[in-house]
């Protein structure tokens, strides 16, 4: 019975970082004049498996999410753009929260930062132009702020759904 309780609650995460990430990309975007900055919304979801799952099942989600996204909403570039993006995030989340250096919050912070910086790796790539590594600049701080914010959220809910997993 808890392996049906535990699939149960993988496929409800799943659903959520997939309709926030739905809901996202109906925002309008947080600054016209800088383009690519999201809140990284589905990135709570992921946090919080992280924390109550583990790696292996915040990768699972992450990657069936990304999959997702990009059959329903993509292209190959958002994908690789995400890919990127959502692997070094996680795997430096999964390093910092293994340290125990930082809080929930600094986990969340370090990964939408590397989220950022795995996606600026990708443009130098493709564009085939170093420059536009300085706009990493820009990411660091909105990613900072949004990492805060999602690791604030990240930090509650993984808190109650503790509570709600133990019974």
Known sequence: MKN???ITFF???????M???YLEALLPPLFTAVPGIKMGLPNLVIVSVLYLYGVKAAASVSLLRLVLSFLL???AVTAAYSLAGAALSLLVMALVKKLSVF???GVSITGAVTHN???IVVAVFLFDSL???YYMLVLTL?????GCVIGIAAALLHKRLAKLLRS
């Open 4 to 6: 049906t309780k535990k």
């Open 11 to 17: 496929a409800l995460f799943c659903t959520l970082a």
């Open 19 to 21: 309709m926030l990430s």
């Open 73 to 75: 909403f993509g292209n």
């Open 103 to 105: 809080s929930t919050v």
């Open 117 to 119: 910086l795995g996606q």
């Open 131 to 133: 420059s536009i590594g």
């Open 142 to 146: 909105t990613g900072t702020l949004a």
